[in-house]
Nanobody
């Protein structure tokens, strides 16, 4: 059974940092494209970042330069380090996993999703 468990959400002030983690099990982690999506209240779900083993990561324009996705294949864990947080970053963040190519992740929803972790940025 494929499982993704996200951790690390919380409440921070504008300009502060937060690091999310997602531990996965049930499949060969290194073969999947790992990603993060988010959904803010009243808004559609949106792509945040994605990473594949041995390749360049992909970022949404809104987080480029502020967020960093990384993965530890030995620990079956993907991370999202978020710096210079803004109120617009407030959302539920979801960890995702996909067999599809990284270039399609924005248009084709990943096959596997975690339960989500709340990130709230207050001004």
């Amino acid at each position: 059974e494929v499982q993704l468990q996200a951790f690390g959400g919380g409440v921070v002030q504008t300009g502060e940092s937060l690091k999310l983690s997602c531990v996965v099990s049930g499949y060969t982690f290194s073969m999947h494209v790992m990603g993060w999506f988010r959904q803010a209240p009243g808004k559609e779900r949106e792509f945040v970042a994605a990473a594949r083993s041995g390749g360049d990561p992909l970022y949404a324009d809104s987080v480029k330069g502020r967020f960093t996705i990384s993965r530890d294949n030995n620990a079956n864990t993907v991370y999202l380090e978020m710096n210079s947080l803004m109120s617009e970053d407030t959302a539920v963040y979801y960890c995702t996993s996909s067999f599809r190519p990284i270039t399609t992740i924005e248009s084709n929803p990943p096959e596997y999703w975690g339960q989500g972790t709340q990130v709230t940025v207050s001004s």
